[in-house]
């Protein structure tokens, strides 16, 4: 196996197991060198707890990317999680554009949005500036509510295959290499993850278990740039991590104190037998 290096650029929320706490452990279980670049430091996570703290670390990015392109570091891949400000994400393409390898991967979770809503601190302008680095991008892996606000498709809460062919074909003609929408089901009690390269629909369908668990888009980013790193298609990497997905929810359930998150870490040796496999 081939030993990969990756940049992950998200926020740390110190407390609430998303972005840098999550894509850490599992991009390292994963076997590849991670490396990371906060976008922000903030107490907890924004959804559900009140009051948080928020550094913003804009600032300190062109100073670190400047250094990293002295010293001649380069990555396999960057994979982008939830940033900061729209400034970040003008920095952010400028690392995209040159701090990723010949024939590496730009991979971008358009993380922003989920249940028809943005998250509290961002706004239209932000959207914005997301479409820019999402448009530009090898791979995005954005939820339906993501992808309604890049492509102003109308969000809804049931649809059918023509309404997601129809949000695959606008994201991947607006510029977005292949797109992994994840949380699309079309039955009771089923979820699962489209994947769409601009020639090829495929679709994985598994269980839905609970809504509402926060940072499962997290893991299951995380997860499915952990597969593809190692060596899978982008559709067997999008099964690899909806089946992961699916465990780090029920290791998680009955315990009603732990609604911030999930339990990713106790279920993380059966990522890598996955992996293995
Ligand atoms: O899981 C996405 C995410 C990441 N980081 C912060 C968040 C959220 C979702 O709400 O608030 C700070």
């Known amino acids: 196996m081939s030993y990969k290096k990756i940049l992950t650029i998200q926020d740390i929320s110190c407390v609430g197991q998303c972005s840098l706490t999550v894509a850490l452990p599992i991009l390292s279980a994963a076997g590849l060198e991670t490396c990371i670049l906060p976008s922000a430091v903030l107490s907890t996570h924004t959804a559900g707890f009140s009051g948080y703290t928020f550094r913003d670390l804009t600032d300190d990015i062109p100073a670190i990317a400047a250094h990293w392109k002295k010293e001649k570091i380069s990555f396999d891949a960057v994979y982008t999680g939830y940033l900061g400000s729209e400034r970040q994400i003008d920095y952010v393409s400028d690392i995209m554009k040159t701090l990723i390898k010949e024939g590496g991967l730009s991979i971008v979770d358009p993380a922003m949005a989920d249940n028809g809503k943005l998250y509290p ?45 129809g949000i695959l074909d606008a994201l991947v003609k607006s510029g977005a290499g292949t797109v992994v929408l994840t949380g699309v089901g079309y039955r009771e009690g089923m ?24 940072g499962t888009g997290d893991v299951y980013a995380s997860a499915f740039v952990g597969a593809l790193m190692r060596g899978r298609s982008s559709f067997d990497s999008a099964k690899l991590a909806a089946d992961y997905t699916v465990r780090t929810i029920e290791a998680t359930q009955g ?23």
Do not use: Q
């Not at 339906?144 to 649809?159: D, H, K, P």
């Not at 979820?191 to 668990?213: L, P, S």
């Not at 009603?256 to 293995?276: Q, R």
């Open 121 to 165: 601190a961002f706004d239209e302008s932000y959207v914005e500036a997301m479409k820019k680095l999402a448009f530009s991008a090898d791979i995005i892996l954005p939820n339906i509510t993501e992808a309604c606000f890049l492509t102003g498709i109308e969000y809804r809460e049931s649809y059918d295959e023509d309404y997601i062919t």
């Open 255 to 277: 315990d009603a104190s732990h609604w911030y998150g999930v339990k990713f870490e106790t279920v993380l040796p059966e990522f890598i037998e996955m992996l293995e496999k």
């Open 191 to 214: 979820t699962g993850v489209a994947v769409y390269d601009g020639k090829t629909n495929y679709y994985y369908e598994h269980k839905r278990i609970e809504k509402g668990c926060h």
